[in-house]
Nanobody
Framework: QVQLVESGGGLVQAGGSLRVSCAAS????????MGWFRQAPGKEREFVAS??????GTYYADSVKGRFTISRDSATVYLQMKSLKPEDSAVYYC???????????????????WGQGTQVTVSS
């Protein structure tokens, strides 16, 4: 049973940094793509970043490119966030999908597994 558990959210001032983590368990993820999405109140869930568990490239939403970095170690996927802006405030979700294709990486419907989310609030 796949489990994705996010942690590390919180309140930070604009311009600050924060790292959120996603502990992944329940299966071997070597053929999976891992993603981070976020959802602000009243808005649709939007893509933030993705990377394959093994090999391949990282992808970022234009709104976070140059400020956010996705990475992983043996069992955890991270999203390092710098130069945070109030508009980055949202619930951040970790997701996993079994398809390694680069198609539809930004589409949340193509991800089969989701964590419960962690709140990130950036004050101005």
């Amino acid at each position: 049973q796949v489990q994705l558990v996010e942690s590390g959210g919180g309140l930070v001032q604009a311009g600050g940094s924060l790292r959120v983590s996603c502990a992944a368990s329940g299966r071997t993820f070597t053929s999976y793509v891992m993603g981070w999405f976020r959802q602000a109140p009243g808005k649709e869930r939007e893509f933030v970043a993705s990377m394959p568990w093994v090999g391949g490239g990282t992808y970022y939403a234009d709104s976070v490119k140059g400020r956010f970095t996705i990475s992983r170690d043996s069992a955890t996927v991270y999203l390092q966030m710098k130069s945070l802006k109030p508009e980055d405030s949202a619930v951040y979700y970790c997701a996993a999908r079994s398809s390694r294709s680069d198609l539809q990486l930004m589409n949340p419907r193509t991800y089969e597994y989701w964590g419960q989310g962690t709140q990130v609030t950036v004050s101005s």
